[in-house]
């Protein structure tokens, strides 16, 4: 790390945290790029129930991404019906610094399930950038209803080995 370069640490979620990450969530512009999104996305005591039920899960995995203390995202793996999945939001005032990037990476580095799927919206050239740069490799794409875009969009499918 050079002292222009962030401190960016994972640790485990905490149910304190989900607050903040809820805040983080509700960027419009996040939002729309992340495209599949719970219908009820602005409900907090949805929110809030849903992801303490995730921190009990013991096959998921859920960090919070921390800058110098602050949090600033979130990155999870999860499972669905044995399949692993990885799952991520940036607080959109640090996009495009390679935060992200790092802390996929460094999340990799910890979660060894394998292999691990990303899946993103065809137009999320960021978050594309990210899991290319992380090892995923584009295997495919499906079509789903986007809640955020309230229609069906192309959705790449990226795999980690």
Same mark, same amino acid.
């Given at each position: 790390?050079?002292?222009?370069?962030? =401190?960016? $640490?994972? *640790?485990? /979620?905490?149910?304190?945290? +989900?607050?903040?990450?809820?805040?983080?969530?509700?960027?419009?512009? &996040?939002?729309?790029? %992340?495209?599949?999104? !719970? $219908?009820?996305?602005?409900?907090?005591?949805? @929110? +809030? %129930?849903?992801?303490?039920?995730?921190?009990?899960? /013991? /096959?998921?995995? @859920?960090?919070?991404?921390?800058?110098?203390?602050?949090?600033?995202?979130?990155?999870?793996?999860?499972?669905?019906? &044995?399949?692993?999945?990885? /799952? @991520?939001?940036?607080?959109?005032?640090?996009?495009?610094? &390679?935060? #992200?990037?790092?802390? +996929?990476? =460094?999340?990799?580095?910890?979660? #060894?399930?394998? !292999?691990?799927?990303?899946?993103?919206?065809?137009?999320?050239? &960021?978050?594309? $950038?990210?899991?290319? $740069?992380?090892?995923?490799?584009?295997?495919?794409?499906?079509?789903?209803?986007?809640? %955020? *875009?309230?229609?069906?969009?192309?959705?790449?499918? @990226?795999?980690?080995?």
């Amino acid at each position: 790390m050079t002292d222009n370069e962030p =401190d960016i $640490k994972l *640790r485990p /979620t905490e149910v304190a945290d +989900l607050g903040t990450l809820f805040e983080i969530q509700l960027d419009k512009e &996040g939002g729309y790029l %992340a495209a599949f999104m !719970p $219908k009820n996305a602005t409900d907090k005591a949805a @929110y +809030l %129930a849903k992801h303490k039920k995730l921190l009990s899960n /013991t /096959t998921v995995n @859920y960090q919070t991404i921390m800058i110098d203390n602050d949090i600033v995202g979130s990155v999870t793996k999860f499972e669905i019906e &044995g399949n692993a999945e990885v /799952t @991520y939001w940036l607080d959109k005032k640090f996009w495009g610094q &390679g935060i #992200m990037t790092k802390a +996929l990476k =460094d999340f990799l580095d910890i979660e #060894m399930k394998r !292999p691990i799927i990303g899946r993103v919206a065809f137009d999320n050239l &960021g978050s594309r $950038k990210v899991l290319e $740069k992380c090892g995923f490799v584009k295997i495919g794409s499906d079509k789903g209803f986007a809640s %955020a *875009r309230q229609m069906e969009i192309e959705e790449f499918i @990226y795999k980690l080995t």
